[in-house]
């Protein structure tokens, strides 16, 4: 294990409050993405980086934020305006062989809660 | 964007027998197609990627085939066993010689497989 660190494991959320999910990779990767999955659902893309100081938005960015200040940290707030904060949350890195897309190597995961 | 679809939801597999996932893809530029298995509260991790320009390719009892003209590609367990029970996701992104272009993955729904011993 190592590589890339998420943290905490556990999070409980009370309705309202933001909330910061941390994500840390020593892997040197340039990309890095936030992901939600949902029990008994795939993976859904809410935020990507291609490269420091910039990021995209996903399938499902309402409500999260994110900031891309180094090349090893891509943090995801959970607003109070996602309705359904709910999930398990992955974050992942990768980075390009040339032109070609390598493996996305992932976080073991942040459950969050709202109580 | 691209959609992934991902079959069966679920799969329950007698040790030894053979498990097979489909999964089709909509936007023709995919090029990049990787399976991921997680075992319960624990990370995907890669089990097997192919690239567009390869029809199939093996590793041990994993095998994994492209069909690009009708944009789906599958995976392939063979002798199954006990350790092979996890969710399996597959996943399709496209590669760019852009480097601030996104590589972003889109994955399927998953498939949960069940190996009985």
């Known amino acids: 294990d190592g590589g890339i660190t998420q943290s905490p494991k556990y999070l409980f959320r009370k309705e309202g409050q933001n909330v910061t999910l941390s994500c840390e990779q020593n892997?040197?990767?340039?990309?890095m993405y936030w992901y939600r999955q949902d029990p008994g659902q795939g993976l859904r893309l809410i935020y990507y980086?291609?490269?420091?100081?910039?990021?995209q938005k996903g399938d499902i960015a309402e409500g999260y934020s994110v900031s891309r200040e180094k090349k090893e940290s891509f943090p995801l707030t959970v607003t109070s305006a996602q309705k359904n904060p709910t999930a398990f949350y992955l974050c992942?890195?990768?980075?390009?062989?040339?032109?070609?897309?390598?493996?996305?190597?992932f976080g073991q995961g942040t459950r969050l809660t709202v109580v | 964007g691209e959609n992934v679809e991902q079959h069966p939801s679920t799969l329950s597999v007698q040790e030894g027998d053979s498990a097979v996932i489909k999964c089709t893809y909509s936007?023709?530029?995919?090029?990049?197609f990787p399976w991921y298995k997680q075992e319960l509260g624990k990370r995907p991790q890669l089990i097997i990627d192919?690239?567009?320009?390869?029809g199939e390719k093996k590793d041990q009892r994993i095998a994994v085939t492209l069909n690009k003209t009708a944009k789906h590609f599958s995976l392939h367990i063979t002798e199954t066993q006990p350790e092979d029970s996890a969710v399996y996701f597959c996943a399709a992104s496209i590669s760019s010689g852009i480097q601030a272009a996104g590589n972003k993955l889109t994955f399927g729904g998953g498939t949960r497989v069940l190996v009985k011993p």
């Open positions: 936007d023709s530029a995919s090029n990049y």
């Open positions: 192919i690239r567009s320009n390869v």
């Open positions: 980086s291609q490269i420091v100081n910039d990021f």
């Open positions: 992942a890195s990768s980075t390009k062989s040339g032109t070609e897309n390598t493996e996305a190597f």
């Open positions: 892997l040197n990767h340039d990309a």
